[in-house]
Each structure stands twice: as structure tokens, then as C-alpha cells.
């Protein structure tokens, strides 16, 4: 079964690569803080990254940030680390912090 990255050679389907730089922002640096983290601390491979990756249905739709966010949450959600409500808890309270600044 074919996966999301699984592309063979169709370029032709995806257009250019955009090649210009973009500033990151603070919520990518968490995203990649979060993933630094849950590898120091033993809780996820390189194999399960990329598996919980390639099963995001919005994969083709999502930046690269996004997709690493999104699959580092189903992998600690899947492992019992923290429920989705704790983790949607903590967002928004981040959310709220970060607009007041």
C-alpha cells in the first residue's frame, strides 16, 4: 500500500519546489522542541514518527511544522502520555498566553 511519500517520480503532479525561506515562528520551534524532547526521553523512533506521519489523512494539505506537531500528538496520545483534552487544554492556554504578548 502506498504511502504519502510514496511519489516515484511524479513530479509532474506536485509542481515546483518552492525554494524561498520563511521565518519560523515560535510555534515551530515548539513543535520541534516537542519532538527533541520525546526522542531524548526515549518515547518515540524515527519508524513511529514516520508511520504516525504518513497516516495523517491532511498530510498532503499540511507544512512541514504541521505534520511533525501533529503526528508527535498521535503518537503521545496513542502511548497514553496525555489524553487529547489535556493536550487541546494546554494549547489554547498557550494560545492565550502568546496573544497577550
Known amino acids: 500500500m502506498k504511502k504519502a511519500h ?7 503532479d ?7 525561506g520563511h521565518e519560523i515562528e515560535d510555534w515551530e520551534r515548539l513543535a520541534d522542541a516537542v519532538n527533541y524532547v520525546l526522542n ?8 513511529e514518527m514516520r508511520r504516525a506521519i504518513e497516516s495523517l ?6 507544512g512541514y511544522y504541521e ?3 501533529a503526528a508527535a500528538e498521535l503518537l503521545v496520545v496513542e502511548k497514553g502520555l496525555l489524553t487529547k483534552e489535556e493536550i487541546d487544554t494546554r494549547s489554547a492556554e498557550l494560545e492565550r498566553r502568546w496573544g497577550e504578548g
Open 14 to 20: 506536485f509542481g515546483p519546489i518552492d525554494r524561498s
Open 57 to 62: 489523512d491532511e498530510y498532503k494539505e499540511m
Open 67 to 69: 505534520r511533525w506537531a
Open 6 to 12: 510514496d511519489v516515484g517520480g511524479r513530479r509532474e
Open 40 to 47: 531524548a526521553k526515549g518515547h518515540k523512533t524515527t519508524d
